[in-house]
């Protein structure tokens, strides 16, 4: 097992230093189309909206299993992807989350090799593209379209979620509201409102609401933009607004609150507009799943504890239309989606001998 953590802490890092931000992850995708055909897998192939997917073939007994892992990271293209390593830890933006998810993949088919007898059904091995940010889940949405419900089940592997098992996904909404005004001189037009004043009192307004612990709701404004100059009466300003929450109905009631703000803030000179840039659906698989009690199985049989969680993932979109689907991790680590990103090496050999052995069983 050690030889084989080595090999997919190296290829991890090889991905990791191909930038890849959403939406431009084609080299990334051209640096694993070309590792997947020396693996003597069939269908390999990019697809249109740039997932990278290859098949590895069962005896046809049993319908395939899909394991992806996203490609894309949150670090725009100029970021400094340096890597630090120590004896316990390696440090890289984008390291965990999820090179090490892509170069799993990898580890499963090296696995793979020394299986005696072809699997009860068809392993297809995907690295997708836009599970972060405004890429809306894309590349999962276009395989779970290819693949529909005439699978065994959908795995999608997290480098930092070892220990945990995602079976359920957290609904989220995600919009840009934009402020218009006429704008002006910061003196000569005092007065007249400025796109970013209105902005920022709709923003104490959204935050003061209250949203409830049980289920669990979230709500983020996570990027501001806006304004000319610093004497200048911003004519134009926006922000975009993260909503989530467990409970499909509590999501529900805080977009009707949200969006009742927003209307309530447009008066004479300055305008609002709301513009839905993501949705992630919610649903969830019964903690007394088969898939789930396996996944328990695995990570116990390594002397990890299991678990049980939600979370915003690729695993949303299958799951949400009632189709089997859970995530598992390859290691611990912390950071994410910060430069200060890192991964626990010594965990990586339990992650792959659980993800080795769910693969292995996943049919019994």
């Known amino acids: 097992m050690s030889e084989l953590v080595d090999r997919v802490i190296e290829l991890a890092i090889q991905i990791q230093q191909i930038p890849a931000p959403t939406f431009q992850e084609e080299k990334r995708a051209e640096f694993i189309y070309k590792l997947l055909l020396n693996e003597n897998l069939q269908d390999v192939c990019i697809d249109k909206i740039g997932n990278v997917l290859a098949r590895s073939p069962g005896n046809g007994k049993e319908n395939p299993l899909i394991i992806s892992a996203h490609m894309d990271t949150v670090f725009p293209l100029e970021t400094n992807l340096r890597v630090s390593r120590g004896p316990e830890l390696i440090h890289g933006p984008g390291l965990g989350d999820n090179s090490l998810g892509v170069a799993a993949l990898f580890g499963l088919i090296w696995s793979l090799q020394e299986w005696v007898n072809p699997a009860r059904g068809d392993l ?10 405004l890429g809306d889940l894309r590349g999962m ?21 070892l220990g945990h098992i995602y079976h359920r996904a957290v609904g989220v909404k995600r919009y840009r509201v934009t402020a218009r005004t006429t704008g002006g001189h910061s003196w000569s037009d005092y007065g007249q409102p ?8 709709l923003v104490v307004g959204l935050t003061s609401l209250p949203l409830p612990t049980n289920p669990r709701t979230t709500m983020n404004i996570g990027k501001i933009s806006g304004g000319t100059s610093v004497n200048v009466i911003a004519s134009e300003a926006s922000f975009d607004l993260d909503l989530r929450s467990e409970g499909q109905e509590s999501l529900a009631e805080l977009v009707a609150s949200v969006e009742k703000l927003i209307h309530q803030a447009n008066r004479p000179g300055a ?4 513009q839905l840039i993501g949705q992630r659906s919610a649903g969830e698989m019964p903690a007394t799943h088969p898939l789930v009690r396996l996944a328990k199985d695995c990570l ?5 504890d299991a678990g049980l969680i939600s979370g915003s993932t690729d695993a949303n979109v299958p799951l949400s239309k009632g189709y089997p689907a859970i995530v598992l991790g390859v290691t611990t680590g912390g950071g994410a989606h910060t430069i200060h990103e890192y991964i626990n090496t010594e ?18």
């Open 124 to 133: 297809w091995f995907v690295a997708n593209v836009g599970e972060e940010g």
């Open 141 to 161: 949405k276009a395989v779970v379209d290819r693949f529909g419900g005439e699978v065994h089940a959908y795995l999608v592997l997290e480098g930092l979620a």
């Open 347 to 364: 965990p990586i050999a339990q992650g792959m001998e659980q993800l080795a052995r769910f693969v292995s069983r996943v049919w019994e």
């Open 300 to 304: 116990r049989e390594q002397g990890l």
């Open 271 to 274: 305008s609002m507009e709301t």
């Open 194 to 201: 400025s796109a970013v004043h209105e902005l920022a009192k």
